[in-house]
Structure formats: C-alpha cells, structure tokens
C-alpha cells in the first residue's frame, strides 16, 4: 500500500477541504508506534518510513489487519526530507531508536545530524516538532550538542523518560518496551518550531 512512492505525490495527503495535520516517523521498524498514533488520532494523517524492507513489510501488515486509513507507509531512505515533502507541510517528526552509526566518520547517516535537524525545520510547521527517543547515551549527546549548536527550541528533555511526566512514554516502541523491561533509561528530547 503506498510503498516507495515520493509523499506528495499521494493524492489523500492533502485535501484544502478538509486539510489535516500530517506526522511521520522515519525508521518506523514494525510499524508499532506510528500504528498506535494513527489510531489515537483519527482525524490526522500518519506516514511510516522504513528503508529494510523486509521489516516494514510487517508494518504494512500490521495496517492491513487494522483498516486505519489515515496511516500509509513507505519503504524508503530519506535523505533530505525537502525532496518529500514542502516547507511548513509536517506537524510532527518522531525518530525512534534511529541506528546511532558510532563510528565519527559515518554521523553524517545519523537521522539527527544538524544538516538533517535543519531540514526537519524547515518542513515543519510552525508549533510543529520532532521527537526523538533513544537507549543510546552517546547518540543522545550528539544530538543535543547538534540542537545546541543550531540553536533549536528544546521543549522537553530527559534522561529518563519512563521517570518523568512526559506523554511520550505513553506510545512506546518495540525497541523502547524491551529496553525498558531491561531497566535502561530512555533519553528523550522534544525540539518545537516556533
């Protein structure tokens, strides 16, 4: 279902009529999270993007059991989310669990490398967000130290998110619910355009 295709090209994305909020999640894995959020929210729009194939085709399967038709996925790598979608189209961006590529000569693959961040930015609306949720510390640190250095609005930030009072802990990941049951923190930062 609407796999590979470039999002604006998808004739129920927008509709002046009745225009949505639209969110999306890159490196949706199984499709867990973004599944859970489509149907909570009924009246927005919700794209899983997944570059492994073979995973998101458990994504795409999980979305035919549920008939939600306000969610569609994509198998695809996204390098610059600009070529997908127009500025100020997005309401939302989760990166869940992003692969962290440790090796300092491959952060420029990271999902939240400031030229990406910037990028993000700039296809968000503004009130729009990205979230971004990890078990990774050193991930972490390079992502608020890229958010520092291009000077973004942190709305929400912890080193533990399970221990705070945050509502992202409530719509969690695969990744999220086994590394919690393992007792590893979840670090978690809430960048808002303002």
Not at 155 to 174: G, M, P, Q, V
Request: hydrophobic share 35%; net charge negative; charged share 30%.
């Amino acid at each position: 279902r609407r796999l590979g295709q470039p999002l604006n090209r998808f004739p129920t994305l927008q509709d002046d009529a009745h225009p949505k909020r639209v969110f999306i999640e890159f490196g949706c894995g199984k499709g867990r999270f973004i599944t859970q959020k489509a149907n909570h929210h009924p009246e927005d729009l919700f794209i899983g993007v997944e570059g492994n194939e073979n995973v998101i085709l458990r994504a795409v399967e999980k979305l035919e059991i549920s008939g939600l038709q306000n969610l569609s996925f994509v198998a695809s790598y996204v390098e610059n989310v600009l070529d997908w979608f127009e500025p100020e189209e997005l309401s939302g961006i989760y990166l869940n669990f992003s692969d962290p590529w440790p090796k300092p000569r491959h952060e420029r693959r990271r999902l939240t490398h400031g030229d990406r961040l910037s990028g993000y930015m700039k296809a968000l609306k503004p009130g729009g967000f990205i979230e971004f949720k990890t078990d990774n510390q050193d991930l972490f640190q390079f992502t608020m130290d890229e958010i520092h250095r291009l000077g973004l609005p942190v709305a929400e930030e912890t080193r533990d998110l399970h221990a705070s009072s945050y509502a992202a802990k409530e719509t969690i990941t695969e990744y999220e619910e086994k590394f919690s049951s393992w007792g590893k923190n979840i670090f978690y930062v809430k960048v808002r355009k303002e």
